[in-house]
């Protein structure tokens, strides 16, 4: 396939701080003891894209990237890393390396991407429909991982969500708002609905951040559009509207919008009550096919946006908050175990051979206990993940919590759904609850923490 493959693997991303740190970019978080960045390029290579240009935010981090991925793929990938400015958006990445994108077309993934969806399924949809973009949808995540989601605190704030619209044939995408708040109604232009007669509107499928764009239209939109920023929240709204346009005008329907994006918000609307008994016009997809006497029509004067739609038995999450973290690691080491690229043993964990147990210490179901690490007796681990050359004392409970590398906990401490950084120190009797403590971070004896973000000050 003439696909060429960019990968976007951010920088050191706000949200995730304190798990972020200045020598661990996001896409070297461990998911199961490993970079979350090996999920994507596993996946690239097991469907033979090994030609990749991965972009990183900011000089720092992609000196930490390029070394980690130099070393764990030498022979086995071709990686241009390319480093872009800090927050300048997934639009803006793409813009930044505009001279390296020669390709008919482009496949951008995300690299906190955790599925196991094959890259070629996007490719082939876009390719079948000649599209301008293909976007891959999944289900949203179950438990609290949802793209707006809260970083392990409660978030009493209103549920956000995408609102996609979609032809009665699943295949093309007529309508998509990112991170809307919804009541009772979902409020659509009636232009759209003129265009297309009827619509499946979605509230329960989530952006993969894993698009097919052809490259000509892409390159146009991010050189036309200078302040565009975001590939999900702009580009992608952008052209599934001005597709519409096209599709009006052809129909002799004079659009409403005026190609100023600003007004558009102004137009008339219609609720979705209304909405889903409009259902007697041709589908969007005859419409493609048909000009207004049903006559074929030139395909260039139109341009398609595509969707492939996961199945429900695949993973799909971006580990894009603290609570998407804690959520991804506890899933590959249980109900998604197939991504971990570990063997489990009877009990249904991973524990190293080199790593040493004390006496009367129990590691349960789904748990993982990396290289090198110790425990001493009378200690308990459920449904946990313990990095490599950690140094744990006796009498300590560690539940539903990821505890990354060099770690040192004293005596008698209880860490549950908490999350602890790497060559960070408890002291004996320590309590945690609900937390997330950033690297190097020495946390008092007997000190008890719940719902807290402990980390040292940046300098």
Known sequence: MDFQVVVLAGGFSKTLVPLVSKEVPKALLPVANRPVLSYVLELLEQNNLKDLIVVVESESAALLIGGWISSAYVDRLHVEVAAVPEEIGTAGALRAIDHHLTASDILVVSGDLVCDVPPGVVAATHRRHDAVVTAMLCSN???????????????????????????????????????????????????????????????????????????????????????????????????????????????????????????????????????????????FHELHALGPNGFSLSPRKTHKCCVYIASNSNYCVRLNTIQAFSDI???????????????????????????????????????????????????????????????????????????????????GCSIQGSVVCSNVQLLERVVL???????????????????????????
Request: charge should be positive; glycine fraction near 8%.
């Open 141 to 283: 995540p179950v438990s609290g991982s949802t793209e707006s989601g809260s970083s392990g605190v409660k978030d009493k704030a209103k549920k956000r969500y995408n609102i996609i619209g979609l032809d009665p044939t699943k295949q093309f995408l007529l309508h998509v708002a990112a991170g809307v708040e919804v009541e009772k109604d979902v409020r659509v232009q009636k232009s759209i609905l003129r265009a297309v007669g009827q619509m499946d509107i979605r509230a329960d499928l989530m952006d993969a951040h894993m698009y097919a764009f052809k490259r000509s239209v892409l390159q146009e939109v991010l050189n036309q559009k200078e302040a565009f920023q975001s590939l999900r929240r702009d580009v992608l709204p952008y052209l599934v509207r001005s597709q519409l346009r096209s599709e009006l005008l052809l129909n002799g329907v004079q659009s409403e919008e005026n190609g100023n994006d600003k007004d558009a918000s102004q137009n008339p609307k219609i609720v979705l009550s209304q909405l889903l008994a409009n259902a007697s016009t041709p589908s």
């Open 329 to 411: 690691n506890r899933d590959v080491i249980g109900d998604a175990s197939h991504l971990s690229g570990y063997s489990f043993s009877a009990q249904n964990n991973i524990i190293d051979p080199s790593a040493v147990l004390g006496s009367k210490t129990t590691v349960g179901p789904q748990c993982m206990l990396g290289e090198g690490s110790q425990m001493g007796d009378k200690c308990s681990v459920k449904k946990s993940v313990i990095g490599r050359h950690c140094r744990i004392g006796s009498n300590v409970k560690i539940v539903n919590s990821i505890v990354m590398n060099h770690v040192t906990i004293g005596d």
């Open 433 to 459: 609850k609900d937390c997330q403590v950033g690297a190097g971070f020495v946390v008092t004896a007997g000190s008890e923490h719940k719902g807290e973000s402990l980390a040292k000050k940046e300098k």
